[in-house]
């Protein structure tokens, strides 16, 4: 059973993500840190798959699912780019180099031309994760022997390159250390909502942690703005203090969603987000960018007040195009059979929702419509055992989807 939960706060940093590249609002950073919840999110469901299989076995499944819709995007977008000139570039990476093969196993960001751009530049992510991946059965390890300390640790580790100004002597490297320092902290945190240490926290301290924190980021961030203003996506610093802040309130709550099973266009739209969340990611961008030329060809580009109506609208559509024509691989990827659009709508739950579980039980199993209610024998209160845990949810960071073989 999936954590309804999860899913929308999945299903709420993608759409962020579509309309942050889009219209570039700064603020936007700062009302929903996505990439940090997302990175969270995946360190709560990577450490229940690494709590039930071994740590080969979780490693392997996630780059079967990462990988191939990274692939299909690869073939199409290096061909195209070297159509486009790619060979013949001033400056950037050369085609023809040993860094052609992160288009199979992005261990750095894969290369691409200037022209193509809004294909490659987005796959920083895909990068980040990937290593999240390899190293999570280090990382959980560490976590269960020292706790919140390694929660921490990315933020000192954030903290020293800063002061020391380190750097690594390979630019994609350097930047897959400071995208790990940025956003460890999240992804260890996902361990701690994983195994009901967060919730066991007080929400007094949580919230006063979460104070703490959001107000350093914010007051590095004044300190330190870009050029686009108050926008944390430029400050490294103030975006790990601020999403770690967001994601230990976030995390901390269990609210009750049997209401998303009710709003049904909602419930299709978080299913089919959840679904399709690489394909989405790997291709908005490409939507965007396709945008003016579209419009132009069609004699609509001068809008005037509805230029930002009609632009979302289009980015919206053009991503769902690429669903219907890519969005399979991820069926295949996941082992599922292939389906076009899968918008499908959650039963509608039937009774109340049960009582919480105990601090300490995991949170997969407590969110999402339950069945009709069967009525045990008595037991002494002594002796009755817990819930078993419901089925997780696949874990592969906002990338979503259906349960996953153990």
């Not at 031309?113 to 990937?130: F, K, M, Q, T």
């Not at 919730?199 to 686009?228: F, I, K, M, S, T």
């Not at 976030?250 to 739209?269: F, G, I």
């Not at 009525?375 to 874990?395: I, K, Q, S």
Request: aromatic share 12%; proline share 11%; with cysteine.
């Amino acid at each position: 059973m999936r954590n309804r939960y999860l899913d929308l706060l999945r299903a709420a940093a993608i759409v962020r993500v579509v309309v942050y590249h889009l219209f570039g609002w700064p603020w936007l950073s700062i009302l929903l840190p996505a990439m940090g919840i997302m990175f969270a999110l995946a360190g709560s469901l990577t450490a229940a798959s690494l709590d039930r299989r071994s740590a080969g076995s979780v490693i392997t499944s996630r780059l079967r699912r990462l990988l191939p819709p990274l692939w299909l995007l690869g073939a199409i977008a290096v061909p195209a780019m070297l159509y486009a000139g790619w060979a013949q570039q001033d400056g950037g990476d050369s085609p023809w180099s040993w860094k052609l093969g992160l288009w199979l196993l992005p261990i750095g960001d894969p290369p691409g031309s200037h022209a193509g751009i809004d294909a490659w530049e987005p796959l920083w992510y895909i990068r980040a994760y990937l290593w999240f991946v390899l190293l999570s059965p280090l990382m959980y390890l560490a976590y269960k022997k020292v706790g919140w300390a390694a929660v921490i640790a990315p933020v000192a580790l954030l903290a020293a390159l800063d002061k020391t100004g380190f750097s690594l002597p390979f630019g994609r490297a350097d930047s897959a250390m400071w995208d790990f320092a940025t956003y460890g902290a999240c992804w260890i945190a996902g361990f701690a909502h994983h195994d009901g240490r967060l919730h066991r926290l007080r929400p007094g301290l949580v919230g006063l942690a979460a104070v703490a924190l959001g107000g350093a980021a914010l007051y590095w961030l004044h300190g330190h703005a870009g050029d686009e203003g108050w926008d944390l996506n430029d400050v490294p610093e103030a975006q790990a203090l601020w999403s770690l802040a967001f994601v230990l309130v976030a995390l901390h709550w269990r609210p009750d969603m049997t209401w998303l099973a009710y709003l049904r266009p909602v419930d299709r739209a978080v299913n089919l987000l959840n679904s399709r969340a690489v394909t989405v990611y790997l291709w908005h961008n490409i939507a965007i960018a396709a945008i003016w030329p579209m419009l132009t060809f069609l004699a609509l580009d001068d809008l005037g007040s509805m230029e930002g109506p009609v632009t979302l609208a289009a980015t919206f559509a053009l991503t769902a195009v690429a669903v219907l024509a890519f969005g399979w691989v991820e069926d295949l990827a996941a082992r599922r059979r292939p389906r076009i659009w899968p918008a499908t709508a959650s039963p509608a739950p039937v009774s109340s929702p049960a009582a919480p579980p105990p601090p300490g039980a995991p949170l997969h199993a407590e969110v999402g419509p339950l069945p009709p209610p069967v009525a045990p024998p008595p037991v002494p209160p002594a002796r009755r055992a817990l819930p078993a845990p419901a089925e997780e949810p696949a874990a592969i960071s906002w990338f979503g989807g259906g349960p996953e073989p153990r």
